[in-house]
């Protein structure tokens, strides 16, 4: 069955009819367009032709300077022109009435202070008598040392050895004092040999003009590992 197609809903009639609108509203718009004017600017031309500003100008005025007044005199007076001479019996009045004074005031009385005198109490190398240890010297005190020495066992496991040169001091009263470690191969060593000498008996003292002074020693200890 065929279907036809009412010729009023056929848009292809009114085809002029819309042409023709078209037309219309598009010369409107152009018409619309030319009528349109926006509105004007105007710029406001600067007059360039203006004269310089005049300013006033103040003087500065500074006040004047008053000139540095000149420095004061000072009197002064010389005591020694204050000073009365007078001989040594000459009875002077202080003018102090000591009863005035009460039983309760306490009197500080001055005391003349003997001066001190400092004596040079430094070891001697040499001295007339030197010391002695046991009878003997130096080397018999040494001899006492190296037969009481213990070899560290620190020391002997990494078979350190060598000398320890240490110094001390024989005071008046024949004690060993003031050890100290010159050179030493090892810290282990040293202790060794200062504990030694720290056991160390009583000296006979040494002397200079009769009189028992401090005398100060060098010492070697030997340590060698006997294989």
């Known amino acids: 069955m065929e279907l036809k197609k009412s010729p009023k809903a056929d848009l292809r009639n009114k085809k002029g009819l819309f042409l023709e ?26 007059d360039l032709n203006y004269g310089p500003v005049e300013e006033e100008i103040t003087e500065i005025t500074r006040q004047d300077q008053k000139p540095p007044e000149p420095p004061k005199k000072v009197e002064v007076k010389v005591i020694a022109d204050l000073m009365k001479v007078v001989t040594n019996d000459t009875k002077i009045d202080t003018g102090i009435d000591f009863a005035e004074f009460d039983e309760d005031v306490e009197v500080v009385q001055t005391v003349e202070v003997e001066e001190e005198t400092i004596v040079d109490d430094e070891p001697y190398l040499n001295a007339e008598v ?44 024949g004690r060993l004092t003031n050890i100290q470690v010159l050179r030493t191969p090892d810290r282990s060593l040293s202790e060794e040999a200062i504990r030694v000498l720290n056991q160390s008996p009583k000296w006979s003292p040494g002397k200079q003009n009769d009189q028992a002074v401090r005398i100060k020693y060098t010492l070697p200890v030997v340590f060698r590992i006997q294989n």
């Open 130 to 173: 030197m010391p002695t240890f046991q009878g003997g010297d130096l080397n018999t005190f040494r001899n006492w040392v190296q037969s009481r020495l213990r070899y560290p066992q620190i020391a002997n496991e990494n078979g350190i050895q060598g000398n320890v040169i240490l110094t001390f001091v024989i005071e008046k009263d």
């Open 21 to 46: 609108i078209g037309l219309c509203v598009a010369l409107g718009l152009v018409i619309a367009a030319f009528a349109y004017t926006p509105k004007e600017h105007r710029i406001e031309q600067i």
